[in-house]
């Protein structure tokens, strides 16, 4: 028995990144799909209810659709967390059941919560009770022996009644010993045809793939088999991947982007955008991000164009300078003519 999802799975989203899918990731990521569903970086519950708070769960408005990942294996932690979530303003929080790292691994969650299935029903139980948004968990194949189909779908039947309102599977399993944490987000195989055979054996559970998805049309074969597909590092190296995201997925009237414009003319409005926003950021007193980090995620947003090498460069050098970030963009695309 489970209980039934609180909101159907949105189609699309981009996965969860550590120093990837900051704010400002976020923000640029909007100017290219409004409807794609957006993750912050795994916020430990520790530093949420110690540390300094409204840095970790700054976000803008415009931002939504927004799931705050949360790592951790206390139930009552969790659900103070999902609490503060839901009082935030955001539209779901995720658990965090698939990350390898050494620091994480220390503190007795991310992937190596997968043996303890009770654990994690205990902690979806917690936070489900707390909130009314959808709570879901992002998991793995497995981990080091533990890594059979059967393990993974025994893993689900555990945290099923608990009510999570969607299993996201990250198509590799991972290994806590001997391998990096980039190092299994490429080398354990990817095992697509296990994830589409749990939503085959488990047809009422929405399921969620994750894993070396990097295009459109991938994201479409793979909604054959599964509800919906979250894009990881492909939405960070090729962020405008998703400029059709939102009426090709989402029943959108338009995009974001003209699709009329050529790739660099497409480009160049994020860009501008993007500086509009670090010039606001830069004048508000309350504010005092790291505002470099716009910058930098802006640097693959040329890949696969001829001339993306020397975007980079200009961008790189331009930084050194250590002007106004809004400044410095519009610099570099005065230098980066096309």
Request: proline fraction near 7%; glycine fraction near 6%.
């Amino acid at each position: 028995m489970s209980l039934s999802p609180r909101a159907p799975a949105p189609p699309l989203s981009v996965a969860p990144m550590m120093d990837r899918t900051d704010r400002h990731y976020r923000r640029m990521m909007r100017c290219i799909t409004k409807h794609t569903l957006l993750y912050t970086e795994m916020v430990t519950t520790g530093a949420i209810l110690h540390g300094p708070r409204d840095r970790e769960l700054a976000y803008d408005p415009v931002e939504h659709p927004i799931a705050l990942q949360l790592g951790g294996d206390d139930p009552e932690a969790l659900r103070q967390c999902a609490r503060i979530a839901e009082d935030r303003g955001y539209d779901e929080v995720n658990l965090n059941v698939g990350c390898p790292s050494s620091r994480v691994q220390a503190g007795c969650f991310g992937v190596s919560l997968m043996g303890r299935p009770m654990r994690v029903a205990e902690a979806v139980v917690a936070m489900r009770e707390e909130v009314s948004i959808p709570v879901t968990v992002k998991h793995r194949i497995g981990f080091d022996d533990l890594d059979r189909y059967e393990d993974m779908l025994n893993f689900v039947d555990v945290v099923t009644p608990s009510g999570s309102d969607r299993f996201t599977v990250h198509a590799r399993k991972a290994w806590l010993k001997g391998l990096s944490p980039k190092e299994n987000r490429n080398i354990p195989p990817l095992r697509y045809a296990e994830v589409w055979r749990l939503k085959q054996e488990r047809p009422h559970l929405p399921i969620e793939i994750n894993g070396g998805i990097k295009t459109l049309d991938q994201v479409a074969d793979h909604l054959e088999h599964v509800d919906a597909v979250m894009i990881g590092r492909g939405a960070y190296d090729h962020p405008m991947v998703f400029a059709q995201a939102d009426t090709r997925f989402f029943a959108a009237n338009r995009d974001p982007i003209d699709p009329t414009l050529d790739p660099y003319a497409a480009r160049r409005t994020v860009v501008l955008q993007m500086a509009d926003y670090a010039d606001a950021l830069a004048a508000d007193p309350n504010d005092h991000g790291h505002h470099n980090a716009i910058a930098r995620h802006l640097l693959t947003l040329y890949a696969g164009l001829p001339g993306a090498r020397k975007w980079r460069r200009v961008v790189t050098e331009s930084l050194a300078k250590r002007m106004p970030v809004g400044d410095l963009l519009r610099a570099a695309l005065a230098v980066f003519v096309r």
